[in-house]
Nanobody, 126 residues
Framework: QLQLVESGGALVQPGGSLRLSCEASGFTLDDYVIGWFRQAPGKEREGVSCLSVSDGNTLYSDSVKGRFTVSRDNAKNTVFLQMNSLKPEDTGVYYC???????????????????WGQGTQVTVSS
């Protein structure tokens, strides 16, 4: 059974850091594009970043560029989202997703991702 499980969400103060994990089971990430998305209360889900695992190419949204970094651990079949200098507007449920063939328009198109995790809550507040 193909599954993605996110973890690492928490309550953090503005300016703080968190690292989210996205662990895959039932398939290997090597041939997939991994996307990170978030959804704030009352807002639509938006793309944060996407990583082509095979070649390492990574894209970031303008709102997180320079603050967030995606990395992977192939041995653990896990992708990470390191989030630094967090702001209250980063609050939301963060999801990872995997897709084999994903189109790009500044960021990876959300509709091209086939597998989704359950999400992890990130709250940035003092």
């Amino acid at each position: 059974q193909l599954q993605l499980v996110e973890s690492g969400g928490a309550l953090v103060q503005p300016g703080g850091s968190l690292r989210l994990s996205c662990e895959a089971s039932g398939f290997t990430l090597d041939d997939y594009v991994i996307g990170w998305f978030r959804q704030a209360p009352g807002k639509e889900r938006e793309g944060v970043s996407c990583l082509s695992v095979s070649d390492g190419n990574t894209l970031y949204s303008d709102s997180v560029k320079g603050r967030f970094t995606v990395s992977r651990d192939n041995a653990k079949n896990t992708v990470f989202l390191q989030m630094n200098s967090l702001k209250p507007e980063d609050t939301g449920v963060y999801y990872c997703a995997a897709g084999r063939v994903v189109r790009v328009q500044s960021l990876c198109l959300m509709g091209d991702f086939s597998y989704w995790g359950q999400g992890t809550q990130v709250t940035v507040s003092s």
